[in-house]
């Protein structure tokens, strides 16, 4: 038979009653949004009854401002800045401006960004995460930038142009070839020379790792034997993690002040100082001058009369004979200390020239206190190591010219991740900083009783140049 469906039949078959009938998850949905919101306003009237400000203030701020901990004025100067951010989009607004970071912190101009990529202070040094310094911060930082530099000069850049982590970082720059642009090799990289295709120390000195590490031991001038360690020569200096420059009365003279002899027959043992060639030419003037009051019976020579002391305590006045004389056994020792060839100072030092006067002149060694100079190092926190564990080609070098840094798979040994085996940090300011503090006035602008009695004179508007209104003198 037909189906009658015509719209009073249609409207016959929908239950009206329907939306009022018991639904459980319609039930549960409202209640769950009754809930969310009480307890949305519960949980803030709870936290101000009980002093709780966790819940909407940020969290502690670094142990190098905890001076500063109850006075968010000092660092916020911008009121509402969040807010601001939040509705705009803008992400230049800040409520901290670099302005009031430069107030203690000089710092150091950044380099051009790339675009899109804000730099002020706060972009990467970010409070209010606890106790942890800042100058902490995660590789993602330097990365953004770091993966792939762009180089627009027409040489090549200073650094590597793609660097992500320690994992893949390239061989240190002083151990890689020596970089070439149209022909033309790079003649200096720090304290390194360019030799051929390889980096060298330049260093004026004669100087062999290993015949001073041979296991018989050094010769010492008293006949006994020495076996040397590497710490015998590198000391470290207290409290720094570097090591202190080597010197000849310290570490050279127990073997080798016998090349600083001038004459064996009047004054036997006794060396002149270690240090110019203008302080041994004074030292040999004041004995010859000295010899001639008191000579040896034996002497081969003749000499002039003896000089005259009119005053005692006062010098002695030597002869025109008598300073002919002097003058002739300068020039004698002069000869055998800086004239011969790898005798005297020329055992050690391979730069001995002569002046259009006549006089000797031993340049200083300039020997480089930092290698990389572009990275922070302490031997100090390495000190559980021996050093051929890192310098291996030590006990096998017999030239000054040798750099005897380590490799980076040396450091990857121990500074890498947990996944890959890794016991020590291996972030990009374990070993690198950005800002130097060259820049850095210790004479800040706050005394302690303003700062703890009126802190409000001491604070905004901040000045780029590091000086509030209301600074102390």
């Given amino acids: 038979m037909p189906v009658d469906r015509t719209s009073i039949t ?3 078959r929908v239950d009206l009653g329907f939306p009022r009938r018991p639904n459980r998850l319609r039930r549960w949905r409202r209640g769950l949004s009754w809930g ?3 307890l949305g306003l519960l949980w803030p009237t709870v936290a101000a009854v009980r002093n709780q400000r966790r819940l909407y203030e940020a969290g502690p701020v670094s142990q190098a401002h905890q001076l500063w901990a109850n006075d968010c004025r000092q660092c916020h100067v911008d009121t509402w800045a969040p807010a601001a ?3 705009t989009f803008d992400a230049e607004i800040r409520s901290t401006p670099d302005a009031a970071c430069s107030v ?5 101009p950044h380099h051009a960004a790339r675009s899109g990529l804000s730099m002020s202070c706060a972009d990467c040094h970010q409070e209010h995460r606890g106790h942890d310094a800042l100058a902490r911060m995660a590789d993602q930082f330097c990365t953004r930038c770091h ?3 762009e180089a627009t000069l027409d040489r090549p850049p200073q650094f590597v142009s793609q660097v992500d982590s320690l994992a893949t970082h390239p061989e240190f720059a002083l151990l890689r070839p020596v970089e070439r642009v149209a022909g033309q090799q790079t ?3 720090g304290p390194a020379a360019a030799d051929g295709d390889q980096w060298r120390d330049p260093t004026p000195l004669r100087f062999n790792h290993a015949k001073h590490l041979a296991p018989q031991g050094l010769l010492r001038l ?5 076996k040397l360690e590497c710490g015998a020569c590198h000391e470290g200096r207290p409290g720094s993690g570097e090591i202190l420059p080597i010197r000849h009365d310290r570490h050279c003279a127990a073997c080798h ?3 600083l002899q001038f004459d064996s027959l009047r004054f036997a043992g006794r060396p002149v100082p270690h240090g110019s060639a203008e302080l041994a030419r004074a030292a040999m003037i004041e004995l010859y001058s000295e010899y001639l009051a008191a000579p040896r019976d034996d002497d081969p020579e003749p000499l002039p009369e003896a000089p005259v002391r009119d005053v005692p305590g006062q010098p002695t006045v030597v002869s025109e004979e008598g300073w002919q004389w002097v003058q002739s056994r300068l020039a004698a020792a002069g000869q055998l200390l800086f004239g011969r060839h790898e005798h005297g100072c020329r055992y050690c030092h391979t730069e001995v020239e002569r002046a259009e006067t006549g006089a000797w002149q031993v340049p200083p060694p300039r020997i480089p206190e930092r290698w990389f100079v572009h990275s922070v190092f302490r031997h100090d926190t390495h000190r559980l190591l021996n050093c051929t564990a890192c310098h291996h080609d030590v006990e096998r070098s017999s030239q000054t010219s040798d750099i005897l840094l380590p490799k980076v798979e040396n450091c990857r040994q121990c500074h890498a991740t947990k996944a890959a085996g890794g016991s020590a940090r291996a972030d990009c300011v374990e070993c690198h900083e950005y800002h130097h503090g060259a820049g850095d006035d210790l004479d800040g602008p706050f005394s302690l009783d303003l700062q703890l009695t009126a802190p409000e004179k001491v604070r905004r508007p901040w000045s780029l140049s590091g000086r509030g209104e209301g600074a102390a003198p």
């Fill in 85 to 87: 951010r939040l509705a």
């Fill in 104 to 108: 203690c912190h000089a710092g150091a």
């Fill in 222 to 226: 008293d006949g006994s034997r020495q």
């Fill in 36 to 38: 969310a919101l009480v």
């Fill in 10 to 12: 249609l409207a016959q």
């Fill in 187 to 189: 003649a200096r990289r």
């Fill in 147 to 149: 993966h792939s530099l």
């Fill in 257 to 259: 002040d016998n090349e």
